[in-house]
């Protein structure tokens, strides 16, 4: 496993934007595939959008294709979720988590066992 750190979160209001980040401390998140999940209170966690080590394969959920991008920059051992024109639905706790995987393309959407504590991101209408 890995520790996670994720930022960015807040509130802002219907239409606005963020940016989330994920980062590690540890060289070896390169070797990690990566996603962002979403919770709200009674409800499963939801992945939202994945990608591959290298960054080349992306994954989303259709309710936010066109509006999320999912970028890494492996340098920094970051990966960020820009979210562009939040709706209220989308408000929910966002956590980034990460597998450790030898695969270097496609992007996963499940066997992620690295967490980071999450950061709320709340979309007023």
């Known amino acids: 496993q890995v520790p996670l750190r994720e930022s960015g979160g807040g509130l802002v209001q219907a239409g606005a934007s963020l940016r989330l980040s994920c980062t590690s401390p540890r060289g070896a998140f390169t070797s990690y595939a990566v996603a962002w999940f979403r919770q709200t209170p009674g409800k499963e966690r939801e992945i939202v959008a994945s990608i591959s080590r290298t960054g080349r394969d992306t994954y989303y959920i259709d309710s936010v294709q066109g509006r999320f991008t999912v970028s890494r920059d492996n340098a920094k051992f970051t990966v960020n979720l820009q979210m562009n024109s939040l709706q209220p639905e989308d408000t929910a706790t966002y956590y980034c988590?990460?597998?450790?995987?030898?695969?270097?393309?496609?992007?996963?959407?499940?066997?992620?066992?690295?967490w980071g504590q999450g950061t709320q991101v709340t979309v007023s209408s």
């Open positions: 988590a990460a597998k450790r995987t030898i695969i270097t393309t496609g992007a996963p959407t499940t066997g992620f066992d690295s």
